[in-house]
């Protein structure tokens, strides 16, 4: 299912909601951005970059 929205909800976690409104997952970091597939955070030094299902898939 696409990602609709990515928010920040506190200084350290993220979460992810499909284009229903529904919540899908949520992960620890700072939001740097989003696409309809995927999720960036920032951790430490580090870009991780999430899929739609929530699973980790590389970082910069």
Known sequence: MAIATA???DS???EVY???GNFMF???GELMG???STVSVKNGSRIEV???DG???FSK
Do not use: A, E, L
Request: charged fraction near 25%; proline fraction near 0%.
């Open 18 to 20: 499909n284009d229903s």
């Open 50 to 52: 999430y899929g739609d």
């Open 34 to 36: 989003f696409t309809s």
């Open 26 to 28: 949520s992960i620890s």
């Open 55 to 57: 699973n980790f898939k």
């Open 12 to 14: 350290n976690r993220v």
């Open 7 to 9: 928010k920040q909800t």
